[in-house]
């Protein structure tokens, strides 16, 4: 397995970071079960990834990942934003409240954040890994220096190349499938929307550094077949939401037990970004929307707003339920039930290959 012989891990998982989703309790379970456990801090500042991280570290011995947003900073447009608050201000007015008079850039990132930076260099994670592009090459060579195994979210080749020649140790094949933002490093242009399995097998065609699969996985099957198209590892974000130790709230536990009925939809109305997540009240309403969405992170400023103000009045359907093509098949159960559930399919589809290739017959 290369770089993951390297961080001691029995299974080809990893979880997804998830941000505000995965929990270190979560990612620990997920690390303390022989898989690759994952936070995400692109949600927080400096001071809570230090806690996130020193929690973390209390939990588990063993390798985990550190995920980071890396988008360039949006230029603020008051008016577009102020057109976009009226637009959602009936939303509000259900719930008794009125939009935000301001919105703001409610998360920095990491190109430009030194106190993040800093965390990082105190903390030294075992695994970085970058989410909407890629840090500049100082910052890249100083992580590289404590011994940290470098990650890259790729939505394309030309994406994944950039990855491979900045000296990322492996590429996160992002196919539409996907839960959660899409990791484009520049959503201003078009998007290719290849799937898991063909971004993958054209990833590992193109680049020499591994490849792991993300995207639609939900089942010890799927991570077989992922391994059949030349990927390392795994990434699964949407099979460990339902899980006991992750942040998810009731509202969203709900949406994901009716993931069939629902289905997902990608917007961009959430956050400013295109990311998948299930159908619900407010995916319907930004489905009629004819204002420009603010870009990211201005327009999440507004939607968390909303989301507060609806769950205040115990209606959930205005969160980010982040999920991919696979929902349907979520599983509800504690991490480490569910990691051994998934080695445990891993194994058996292999045997039953193994049997089909043979000629064998049941």
């Known amino acids: ?33 022989g898989a ?3 936070i995400g801090v692109g949600a927080t500042d400096a001071k809570g990834a230090s806690q996130m991280i020193s929690s973390l570290r209390g939990l588990t011995s063993a390798a985990f990942n550190v ?24 939303e509000f007015q259900k719930f008794g409240a009125v ?68 000296g990322m140790d492996a590429v996160v094949a992002q196919g539409f499938e996907a839960g959660g933002h899409r990791g484009l490093f520049d959503p201003s242009q078009p998007d290719e929307r290849l799937s898991t399995e063909t971004l993958t097998r ?40 339902g899980c006991q130790e992750s942040a998810a709230d009731v509202g969203y536990y709900s949406a994901l037990t009716q993931a069939a009925e629902r289905g997902t939809v990608m917007t961009d109305a959430l956050s400013g970004r295109p990311a998948r997540c299930l159908v619900n009240h407010f995916t319907t309403w930004a489905a009629k929307q004819t204002a420009p969405v603010p ?3 201005i ?9 507060a103000a609806a769950k205040a009045k115990d209606e959930f359907g205005f969160g980010a339920q982040w999920a991919g093509t696979g929902a349907s098949r979520a599983r509800f159960m504690p991490t480490a039930e569910l ?24």
Not at 9 to 21: E, F, H, K, R
């Open 339 to 362: 990691v051994a559930t998934l080695a445990q399919e891993f194994n058996a589809s292999g045997a039953t290959l193994a049997k089909s290739s043979s000629g064998a017959t049941e």
């Open 67 to 90: 995920n980071l947003f890396v988008h360039k900073d949006p230029e603020p447009d008051p008016l577009a934003a102020r057109t976009w608050c009226a637009a959602m201000s009936t």
């Open 299 to 307: 327009a999440y400023d507004a939607a968390k707003s909303l989301h």
């Open 202 to 241: 054209l990833l590992v065609a193109q680049i020499t550094c591994p490849v792991i699969a993300a995207g639609g996985l939900m089942d010890g099957a799927d991570i077989r077949n992922a391994l059949s198209w030349g990927a390392v590892a795994v990434q699964l974000g949407t099979a460990f939401v």
């Open 99 to 166: 939009p935000p008079s301001e919105l703001q850039i409610i998360y920095r990132s990491f190109a430009a954040d030194d106190a993040m930076m800093r965390v990082l260099l105190d903390h030294t994670p075992p695994v970085v890994s970058f989410h909407f592009g890629l840090p500049e090459e100082n910052r890249i060579r100083a992580l590289k220096e404590t011994g940290a195994i470098l990650f890259a979210t790729a939505t394309n080749l030309a994406e994944a190349q950039a990855a491979e020649r900045a």
């Open 295 to 297: 870009p990211y992170p």
């Open 1 to 33: 397995m290369g770089i993951f012989a390297d961080l001691e891990l029995s299974l080809p998982i990893i979880q997804a970071p998830m941000a505000g989703v995965a929990t270190p309790e979560l990612a620990a379970a997920v690390s303390n079960a």
């Open 36 to 38: 690759l456990g994952s």
